[in-house]
């Protein structure tokens, strides 16, 4: 049994401690308002960018997870949240004198900036264009100086129960099909974001770096016109690129998760047709 703090206990993190308290892990969940967490999970008003707030943090933690995400898409709130919050945490910990086993940090495959379908791994060049992978790079560096032990796995795009916006525009006939190459995108469905996050903690020695995605990397196209097949609606319309302007310039990469199978991890949606599909049948009249 562990004592655990979740710092950020939203959606992944509210799963996950669901997960750790069910095993007989003792959870405390931080966010500013906390009322709404499931029974057996503690609950710890705090605000991570203030770091009075963080004064009596559970005593004895063995275990943190760092999973706080900001309430808005701009440098300000990415810095604040990530970088700053962060280090409020480890200092606070420092300063308390606590020794936890190790701390694990949900960072983003936005880190990788490749943008011509390359295959990336742990080990692929990290050279962000946008604030948000230098801000999540930055934070990485400093949980990585920190005298704690640490584990960073690097998500992709996290769909599932209430995350379903692919699903929708599709439905709506709002998706967009671009032509030209593949433009491939990575995600992994919230249950193993939980999952994932659950087995490296269970992990005797995991590594400081792992890609969280599941096992296939897709073209984005190839997934909405799936969605809408399944749906039965019609394909998505396509759009030349050239109309797209700044649109055009996102990621465009594949992402591995061969180091996160080798640790032993085994995926509950391997794809998106496993993950979509089980949210389809949820959702079926
Ligand atoms: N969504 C994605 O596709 C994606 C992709 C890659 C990586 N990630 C990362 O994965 C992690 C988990 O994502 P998620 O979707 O589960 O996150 P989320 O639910 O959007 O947010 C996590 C929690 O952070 C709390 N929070 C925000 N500001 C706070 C503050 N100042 N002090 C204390 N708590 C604060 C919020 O609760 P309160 O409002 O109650 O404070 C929220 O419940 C995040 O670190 C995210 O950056 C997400």
Redesign the pocket.
């Known amino acids: 049994m562990a004592r655990v703090l979740i710092a950020?206990?939203?959606?992944?993190?509210t799963a996950l401690a669901e997960r750790l308290v069910a095993e007989g892990h003792v959870v405390w969940g931080?966010?500013?308002?906390?009322e709404g967490l499931p029974p057996g999970v503690r609950p710890l008003a705090?605000?991570?960018?203030d770091p009075g707030t963080l004064r009596n943090l559970p005593s004895g933690l063995e275990c943190v997870v760092y999973?706080?995400?900001?309430?808005r898409l701009d440098d300000e709130a990415y810095r604040s949240?990530y970088v700053e919050?962060l280090s409020h945490v480890l200092d606070a910990l420092r300063r308390q004198g606590q020794e936890p086993r190790r701390i694990f940090f949900?960072?983003?495959?936005v880190v990788y900036a490749q943008a011509n379908g390359e295959w990336v791994d742990e080990r692929s060049p990290t050279e962000p264009v946008h604030f948000s992978g230098t801000r999540m790079l930055e934070a990485e560096r400093l949980l990585l100086g920190s005298p704690f032990p640490a584990t960073i796995l690097r998500?992709?795009?996290?769909y599932g129960p209430g995350r379903v916006g692919r699903i929708e525009r599709v439905r709506r006939g709002e998706a967009v099909c671009i032509d030209g190459p593949p433009t491939y995108t990575n995600r992994i469905h919230h249950d193993d974001c939980a999952g994932a996050l659950q087995h490296l903690m269970a992990h005797p020695q995991p590594e400081d770096l792992y890609i969280g995605v599941d096992d296939e990397p897709a073209d984005e196209c190839a997934v909405l016109r799936w969605l809408a097949a399944q749906l039965g609606v019609p394909l998505p319309r396509v759009e030349r690129s050239a109309d797209l302007g700044p649109r055009r310039q996102r990621g465009n990469k594949r992402c591995r998760n061969a180091r996160l199978v080798a640790s032993g991890y085994i995926f509950r949606y391997p794809t998106f047709r496993d993950g979509y599909g089980a949210l389809l049948s949820c959702s079926a009249p």
């Open positions: 950020g206990c939203g959606y992944v993190g931080l966010r500013r308002h906390p705090a605000d991570l960018t999973m706080a995400a900001p309430d949240i919050g949900t960072s983003s495959t998500l992709g795009g996290i």
